[in-house]
């Protein structure tokens, strides 16, 4: 027999309970949808501005290391000119020392005053070549210390730019919440 006619006949129609369930169950998902985006959108505005402030943290951070670099092998360059210099004021000094003794066989007095008078000479080349060692130390100085005020400036303002786009981030999120 007909399968169809010894089953008892099913009501097609929904009973009235479930056609008021389904459309609050459909607004429901329909809110549950958009409070999802919402989240969504507000976890990728986040994760984008953390990823913009992590990559001009990260740039600045990199030049002031690369400056940092270069002052040190420019100061390192000063240096070893200036050690090279002071080895050539050395050996000078001791070449004409050397070249000294056959005028303190001849005259002492004399002898002793060129003496003198060279290592005067030669104290004030050292002294001026110091003193242009660590004017050249200073000016590096100053250098790192300007780069270091622009990194600290720039991080500043990136990460005063970060929290500014996360408030305005938060306040749209509020008000979408609120609507």
């Known amino acids: 027999m007909n399968e169809r006619s010894t089953r008892p006949q099913e009501s097609t129609r929904p009973a009235p309970e479930a056609t008021t369930r389904r459309p ?51 100061q390192l360059t000063e240096w070893q000119q200036t050690n090279l210099e002071l080895m050539r004021e050395m050996q000078g000094a001791a070449l004409g020392w050397a070249t000294l003794w056959p005028e303190y066989l001849r005259d002492p007095v004399r002898g002793y005053q060129r003496s003198l008078e060279q290592s005067i000479q030669l ?46 981030a938060q306040a749209r999120a509020e008000r979408t919440r609120a609507a």
């Open 24 to 74: 609050a169950a459909a607004e429901a998902a329909r809110d549950a949808a958009t409070v999802a985006g919402q989240v969504a959108g507000l976890g990728d505005e986040t994760l984008t501005v953390l990823a913009d402030a992590a990559q001009h943290a990260f740039r600045n951070v990199i030049e002031l290391s690369n400056q940092a670099s270069q002052e040190g092998a420019r």
């Open 123 to 168: 104290t004030q080349r050292l002294v001026a070549l110091t003193r242009r060692n660590a004017e050249t130390l200073a000016q590096a100085c100053q250098r790192l210390e300007r780069a270091t005020d622009n990194t600290t400036r720039s991080l500043g303002e990136t990460f005063r730019d970060a929290s500014t786009k996360m408030h305005d």
